[in-house]
């Protein structure tokens, strides 16, 4: 499990505007997705959402449009393990061994469902 802290936020909003996607935290009562508005590409996060929360759905979102080939990035850059995904196969976010916390074998088999 990664460290989900602020810079690592940062790193994951960089990289989507770096590939032409505007970022932004919106109220309301929805889930966190992209779209394309008038040509325009936009991501939209719910604004009430915790930081864990708004870091997974962006690593979801990226991995999305890494997989549907709309951007092309090295996931290594954000510190995700597995920079290449192949779109055949659904990919589990796994995080580089230096963004990880220290955790009980018992503690990572739970899935907290």
């Known amino acids: 499990m990664a460290k989900f802290t602020p810079a690592f936020l940062k790193k994951l909003e960089e990289l989507l505007k770096e590939q032409g996607y505007d970022v932004r935290y ?15 590409k936009v991501v939209v996060i719910n604004k009430f959402s915790t930081l864990e929360s708004r870091i997974q759905a962006l690593t979801e979102i990226i991995i999305s449009l890494t997989k549907g ?3 092309s990035t090295d996931l290594r850059s954000v510190g995700l393990k597995n920079p290449m995904v192949d779109p055949t196969h659904d990919a589990e976010i796994d995080f580089d061994a230096t963004e990880s916390t220290d955790v009980s ?7 907290g469902e």
């Open 26 to 40: 919106e109220k309301g009562n929805f889930k966190s997705g992209f779209c394309v508005l008038e040509d325009k």
């Open 69 to 71: 080939g709309q951007i």
């Open 105 to 111: 074998a018992e503690e990572s088999s739970n899935t």
